[in-house]
């Protein structure tokens, strides 16, 4: 069974920054893409950013810049940095694992709450 627990979400000021931790237990195959997605109030979620086990990197467009995602394979740790931060990037952000099994399936964490505020 695979498990996802996220951490650090906390409420910001304009301009501040945040670091997200997401920490994945359970065996995890190669290949597998660790993944940050977010979801404000009604809004659909989206992708924030995306890193494969082989350190491939991808952004959303509003994040680019601003963001860093990274991983740490030996202890299946997938982080998400996140600088000048606005009042948009307030959402419920959220950890995601897809590995290959007979198919690509995807695990998800419960997510934790980032609030920035003036």
């Known amino acids: 069974q695979v498990r996802l627990v996220e951490s650090g979400g906390d409420l910001v000021q304009i301009g501040g920054s945040l670091r997200l931790s997401c920490a994945v237990s359970?065996?995890?195959?190669?290949?597998?893409?660790m993944g940050w997605y977010r979801q404000a109030p009604g809004k659909q979620r989206e992708l924030v950013a995306s890193?494969?086990?082989?350190?491939?990197?991808n952004y959303g467009d509003s994040v680019k810049g601003r963001f860093t995602i990274s991983r740490d394979n030996a202890k299946n740790m997938v982080y998400l940095q996140m600088n000048s931060l606005k009042p948009e990037d307030t959402a419920v952000y959220y950890c995601?694992?897809?590995?290959?099994?007979?198919?690509?399936?995807?695990?998800w964490g419960q997510g934790t709450q980032v609030t920035v505020s003036s």
């Open positions: 995601k694992v897809s590995m290959v099994l007979d198919t690509w399936k995807d695990y």
């Open positions: 359970g065996r995890i195959f190669s290949p597998n893409v």
């Open positions: 890193i494969g086990n082989s350190g491939n990197e």
